[in-house]
Structure formats: C-alpha cells, structure tokens
C-alpha cells in the first residue's frame, strides 16, 4: 500500500545522499505504482532537488524530460505544482553546461522552453538570461556579457536564484572581465558573511582562488583556496571545486592536494557529471604530475575506489597520473566537440604558473588576511605501560579509521570522528621529549615532571579541521579511546599539558574544550626600556595569524593581556579571524561607555615602531603574526573587556551535560551545592529570561532560590523550585571537609574525586 | 484624507472586539460612500484585523471576499506596495481562519490557499507561511499533504510575510507531536518554554499542543503540569476557547472541580461565539466534564454554576447535560469531519469513551 506520509517522514529523517535519492526513487516508483499523479509529480520533484543540490544533479538531469511531460499531462495539478516545476526546470537549465550528451541544437530548444514557460507563469526573464550567461560564460564570453546586460534588465522573482547566488554570479562576471577590484566589492557581502546559502561562500571561495591562480597571485589563491576546502570536503556537490582546488595545489601545497585527493575519491567514482569528472580529473593529474617528481609510489586504502590497481609497492603515481589524465582528456575532447569549440582540450595542455615557496610566504607576509594556512598540532603522549606495536595495530584496528597504513617510523591513520575528518601520524618516541625547562602551561611542575617520566611517550601530528573546538574534541576522543593507559599529554603546540582525566573528559563532553586550551600567552619585555609585550602561541594550528601585543609597560600590561587573552578565544570560539583593520571584538569604556574597536595590523605596516625583540619583528620566519592596536584604548584600568557569549552558552551546555555527575557527588556528603537555572521573566521584563542562584537541598530533587529575581516576579529568595536540567545553566559543588569548589569546567576533577 | 486618517486613530479609543468593530463598520460605509478607494480598503483591512484578534473571525470571513474583490478590480490597489502587502497578511490570516467554519467548503479554502500562493510568488515572497498554514489545515485533513508541506515549510527563508520565529518553532513543535516525536518537539519548543521566544500566542499555544498531547497518550500528569502554565494565560479571553475545551477534559479526568470552576467562567464566552471550530471544542469538553461528573456521582450543579445559574439546561442531571453538550459537539463534528473528509474531531469526542460506561 502506498503511504506517502511515512515514506516523507523516512525521508526526511535521512540524511542528504545516495541512500536518500534511492529513497526517493522508490516513492517515485510506488507513486506510479498508485497512480497518484499529485504525488508522482511531488516525488519527482524531491528526487531532481536531491540529485541536483546534493549530488551531482545527473539522476535529476534525467528524471526532468519525464516529470515535465507528466506536469504537461495534468492540467488540475498545474497550479499546485507549477512553482516546483519551474524551479527544477531552473536547474536544469543551470546544468545543461556539464553534459557534452545533450547536443546544442537541444540546449537551446530547453532555454526557449524555459523562457516560453517563464512569461507563461508570470516570472521575469532574469534567471533565464542568468542561466544563459553561466552556460556561456567560459567558451563564449562575448555571448554570455550580453545575456548579462539583459539579465540586469529584469527584477527579481520567486524562480530567482537567492541573493547570495546573484552576487556570485555577478562577481563572476567582474572576474571575467579581469576586474578584480569589481569583483569584491560585489563579493563583499558573501565574504562578510552577511550573504550565504548551502553552496554560498564555497563556490566563491573557489572562483577568486582560481582567477588570483591563474593571476599568479598564490597567497590570495591560497588563501581562498584554503577558506573552500575546509567547506567543501566530502561533499559530492563540490566535486567541481575540488578539481580547481586540486590544480592550485598542485603548485603550492602537496600535502594539503593529497588530502583532499584522497577524500574525494570515492565521490568521483560515484559521479556521472561529465564536467565535474573532467575538472577532478584534470587537478588530480596536475597534482599526480607534481607528486611523481617526488615518489614512485603512494599508499592509502582510500585509492582502493579507483580502477587503477596497486602493485605491492603500493599505488604507481605515474599510472594514477595517466588514468586522470585520459579521462579529463577524453570528456574534455567531448565538450569542445559538443560546443563547437576549442576550449577544454587547451587547458588541459596549458602549463601552470611556477611557485615559489619564499615568495609565497612573503607576499603572505604582507596579506590582510587573518586567516593563514594551518600549522600541524603536535601531542607528546605519555602512557603508564608501553603498548607493543601488535597490540596498537589491533587497536587502531579496531578503531573505525577511513584508512590505516604503517611504515618503520609511523603509524598513518584516517579517521572521521563526528563528521570530522582528522589524519594522524602517530610514532613512538625513543625519549620524552627536554621540557623540564619549558614553559608549559596547565600542569604543576612536580606533575609535569612526573608526567615526563612515564615509560612510554608517542608523539602524534595532527591538522585540526573544521572548527578548533570541535576539531580538538574529536582529537580527545581518539586519544582516550586508543589509549586506555594514558598517563597525560603535552599539547607542544600551544604549550599545554593535561592529565589523562581532562583528556577522557574532553573526549567525552564537547563542550568540555575551552578555547585557552588551544593556545597559551608569553610575555616579553625590555627592563631597560620598561617594554612588555606579549605573544599568542597556538592560534596558527588553528589557522589564524598568532597575535601580539606591544606597548605595554610593566604597570598596565596586565590590560593588554588580559584583552590579548580574549580577543584570542573569541577568535577560536568564532573560527574566523577578520581582515588586517577591522574590527574583531570591541571593548568599552566603564565610565563614558564609548565603544574601542580591537584589530590587527601587518608588522610592515603597523601603526608603531615594534620592539627589535618582538615576536612578529625576531621571531621564527614560518609563523605569521598580527599586532593587536591597542593604542588607541584610554585609561586601561577603567575599561571593560570584550564579553565572551559563547564561552558563558558553552559552560551553560557543559552545566547541563555534567548534571548527572553533580547528582552522582551529591550521593556524598557535602559542604554545599549550588545551582544557576534559567527562569522566563514577566511578560512585561525587559528581558525574556532572568538566571537566579538556588541551594540545592540535601536528599532532594529540589532548591531553594538564593535571591529574588527583580524580572520574574514568580521567583522569590527562600522560594523552592523544582529542578529541570535543561534550564540549568551554570553549578558549583563542594563536598564535605573540602576547600575545593568545583565548576562544570573542572567537572573532570570531581569525577575523578569520585572515582 | 486627513478625516480619515483621524478616523483611524480613533478606532483605539473603542474597546476591542464588538464597540470597536461596530465604530470601524460606520467608517467603512463612509468610505464607501465618498468612493475614497484607499480608505475603502484600508478600513476593511482595519475590521478584519479587529475581528480576526478580537476573537471571532466570523466577521473576518464576512469582510474578505469584499476586500478582495476592490483589491483585484483597481489597478491602484494592486500597484501599490503597501496595500499588496496588507492584502498578503489578510491572506495569511484567512487561510488560517477559513477552516473553522465548516460552511467553507474544502474546494474554497483550497482556491484561497491556491490564491494566496500565486499572490506570494507574484510579489517575489517566501512560501514559508502558504506551507505552514497548508500544512496546518491539512493535519486535519490529509496527513501526507501535511507531512509534504511541513518540510517545505522548514526549507524555506522567513520573510516579512511570515509570523515570526515563535510561531516557526510553536509549528515544528506541534507538527511534532502530531506525528509522536516528543524528543523533536520538545527540543523546537525549548526557546519557547525558556521564555526567549514569545508571541501574543504563545507560550500557551505550545503548552496547548503538549497538553493534547499528553492526554491523548494518557499521561495526565505531564498535561496537568502544562494545564497549570496554560489556563492563567488563556482565561477569559474569547480567542482561547479551544484551549479552555481541552483543558476542560483533561480536568474532567484528573480534577473535576477545578474543570467546574472553568466551565463557569466560560460559558458565557461559549454562548456569545459565532466561530464553529471554537465553540465545537469547547463543547467537546464540555461534554467529557459532564459525562465524568455522571460517572463520579456529582450532583450539586446549580451551587457551583453560579454564572450559568439562569439557564434552563443546568437544571437537569449532568447526564442530561452531557447529551446536551454532546448533541451541539456532535452537529459541528459532523460538519467539520464530513467537510474535512476524516474523523479527526470525531475521534476527539469519543476519546473518553473507554473510561466511561
């Protein structure tokens, strides 16, 4: 029996991809089974949008001729369904570019019928002449600028694409025309955030990385081409993309074109869009070109997708080189067939820009960007007992990795740990690495020491992806669950060192991770000249320039550091580090309440002379600093520091999760137990919710409310109340005969207290 | 034009609903009279938004049909912005509304739903409200068309159009429990229930879904929890008469005092409505309260129906009552399932049956 409302909910409840689509092509069949056209045209529709925003839009390409006639068919259904048809036949026409299988005289019949049915339906020509331009704009530019012209013509309407994706048509047309200074102005919203949709920035991103490429401008291309990768790996839509990222990188980062090689395979492989093949295959051979100069063979079970055949030196890089050269070459050879011009098979055999590196790091040097390229992360871990090599294999075994490979140095290990993908390698170290003397952060020296004793020390390099705070979470886990024996770590990045507590903790409660856990601050200074300056270490592994400040004096540094300090955690918190100049965060004035922008300058062109100690003058050539401005701020003492909103909802999401283990220590005796709960105010508050202290009573599940809420009249010191968790939002502990009084952020401690 | 526009201001010196409905009626026939087109509409747009908030929306079915038909026939109304605009919000609202009067047929509420969507596409909106309100209509009607919009409903961007992030989650959270997923309710409603979001409808429209839900499942505990948030901000206002009808059944299983105590302050309310959907739940609880005070044994009506102490009905033993209120229940049933072409409301009669004997 056909049940269309279960089968939406199933749906609904997958997620996007290829086991949805086939979901859906099923409905579609038991919907015709039925002869319920409502719903034939309905799942239909489901189906092209799948394949089409979430695929690689060749299923949607060929159920659109189908669901048309149908829609044609029934005349009672058209005004129901007239919209969703015109949007899927939107998609069509903005796809028709990848297929060399449907010929040009047909290309044009589907853009007249488009426009046929546009006036029909009351829409505007704009996305028709939208959609022209795209299709033109590579092989036929002149054509595509004058659809241009009459696309500007026309307003928007309900078939139109979003503004975000207007915007980045319109800045693709200025990059066209070779003018960048147009193209980002146009751009500027969508690179200020303020525009986005599901492929918005991405394939921004990836349209200025390619024209400053192609411009031989590689710190802007690396630049954007980093911004798009970490938004588009793994994702079947963006295969396209990754192909252009593929070529960029073949020149300027190996390593990182390896990465996103290997985690693209598999939805190459799956891919029936002719264009995107062609683009993939196309970066994948430039980079394979690149890599062959340095080895013969490559090993990741990943590769194991591929037609190709390893050897039992592993994978040839020459033949993989070859195989993506003759299918770019192949469908290359087809488009140019199929669009009358000689456009695709010259780029393939057009030589790239040289690199150089130096040159690269010094044009970076002199860049506005806050965001930089990613340093490794590097963890020195110590274990109770060693582990012999058998035993970690087992259990990296039996870990669920994406790929595992070992040499005699190290063990190379893939994995996705909450949708992020993390590689490490792992190898173990002969000694504890010297930081008796080093300036490491979190422990107790005595700790610390006893800590570098441990009989068995690892050292593993890891980049961080996606957001740090999520990305150093999963880094956690994987720790705790691959080493049950852990004494504690080292994190020699950003000079901190944790118990193994903490660790399993951290990999266990998201929220758990604070941003000064990614990063540490150093001060410097001149006696002589009374100078203090100080230094983030940490923030490049998180891919932002480390920053500075200088200027200070030993009296007021405190000031500075303290907004050096915050200004870095809203960084992390954020992921985003703005542009040299604007504002990042903003402080106050307690008394007149001005508000005091924070931002950074280039050490080339700061605002000062800088200290000839500083870090951003002296310090290592491979880390990029911005100096903090903070000039221009008035009586330090008197000024209130950026409010960090995300760490106070973190520790709110923490004070919940760690709920049950506050439970667990009141089964203890205790000295006191408090707890902060969100309550709603009086309809006529200023303010939609008040946050109150309570005493929690012993034996009890309820409080008693310390104070009395001026916003809620309802709530009344001395007044009981029940308590909910999810209204928690903050909670303090100490037991019995303790002077110790615990927080969520130190939760790991009462859990380890209790154990 | 002036005149007019003072006119308008004085319409906030009237109490709301029917003194200040009566005192926009006068001005529209003025406005009629001197053929102002601009004030023909905006007074109509005025009556509409006093009857629809007011709490009967009878008088917005009235109006509308006029309204729309000066807003299609000049060119200087659908020109201007402003009033297209004005014109889509009195949509919204009567698309919602159309529902409640069972003498609205299917095929009228789904060509004003189908207008409603072409209006919207037309001037380039979001069709985020057309499946919200689609969806809500035909939960009642067809649950996979339902099902269909509600997740068209989430993919689409709120506009100006729309009713605003509150009654976005209060829709998730209902639609939610419709199809049993308490966790995903719960977890829309949080902002809701947190205070952080709030409309002139909820909480109470939220707690409302919970409570029915809960009592659906019998869970009475969990809806008298709800029931005790609700009934303060839903008393004596003519809007919520559905609400008082359900919390009047739960009451009859959980408290039928208190259930007493409720029906009386509301029947007043009850016999001054003109709006089926509302006076038809509210009799449903009725009902239940009554058929349990038969079961339970209560006798002493009269000294607790102090406000209902003059009608004839309430003389009699609650079972008489029971039938009473079940007969006026049943006709409106009748009506809303058979026009719906379902047994929802039917199913939400007999939903005590088990309990009675």
Redesign the interface.
Known sequence: MF???QI??QI?NMEHGAARLETIAQAVKDADDAAQHY?RL?FRYQYIKESTIHGDNFKGMICFPEYLRIFDEHPELQ??MY?DMMWAFKWLIGNLDDYYQIPLAEVNHYFEEFKKRSQQY?FSLRTYYMKLTTFWLEIHPEEAFRAYENFKRY????N?DCEACELNYEMKIALAQNNPEQALKIAEPILQHEKHCAEIPHVTYASLARYYFLQKNFSEAAYYANLCNALIQGKQEFLREAGWLLEIYSCIDNNQGWRLFKYSLENFMNCHNPMMKMLFSRGAWRLLETISCEMQFVHSPLLGVLPVKPSGDGWHVRELADFFYQTAKEISQKLDDRNQRNYFLPLLEQELPKFDEKQVFTESMKSVHGLVKKSQTAIAVFLKQKVSAEELEQRIQNLETLSYSRDENACYISVSSEEIPLDFVISEAKSAPPLEEAPIQGMEQEELLALLESPCCYALMTELSGTPLKSYHAVMKFLSSLFPELSGIVNMTALKAYPSGWVNFAGTYEDGISPHDLYSLFLGGSQKKNEVWGITIGLAACGFRELEFVGADTENFQAFADILDRTAAMCISRNHLPDENLCITVCRSEKTQEQYHIFWQNPETVFCELPPDSAAVSEKEDVLFGVLNLHHLPNLETIELPVLHSERNRIARLAEKTYPLLQKAMEHPFTQALIRL????D?DAEY??DLLWAKIQPDSQKAVWLESSELASAYQEGDETEIQP??IFDWRFQPAESEELFTPQEAWLLQEELS | MADFSSLEHEFYLFDRGEPRLKRIREAITEADQKQILEWQFRFRYDYLEESIFCGDRYFAMIIFPEMLSLYEKHESLYQDARISHDMLICFKWIVEAAPEFPQISRAEIDSYFRLFKKMLLEQGKSLSIYYMKHCLFYLNVDKAIAAADFYRFLEEPLDDISDGRALYYDQQAMYYLTIGEEEKALEAAKLIFAGKLKSNALPQATYHDFIRYYLEREQYAHAVHYAFLTERRVACDPYYLDIIGTLLTLYSITKIPDGLRLFSIHYALYQTSKNPLLKMLFAIGSYHLFRAMNEEKHHVILEQLRVARDSEIFRNPPEKIAEYFYQAADGWVQKFDSRNGTDVFSRMLHLLDDKFH
């Open positions: 049940t269309p409302q939406i909910h609904n719903w309905y005004d129901d919209h009351g307003p928007r309407n309900r139109s969100m309550i709603p105010c309809e939609d919710f999810e209204n």
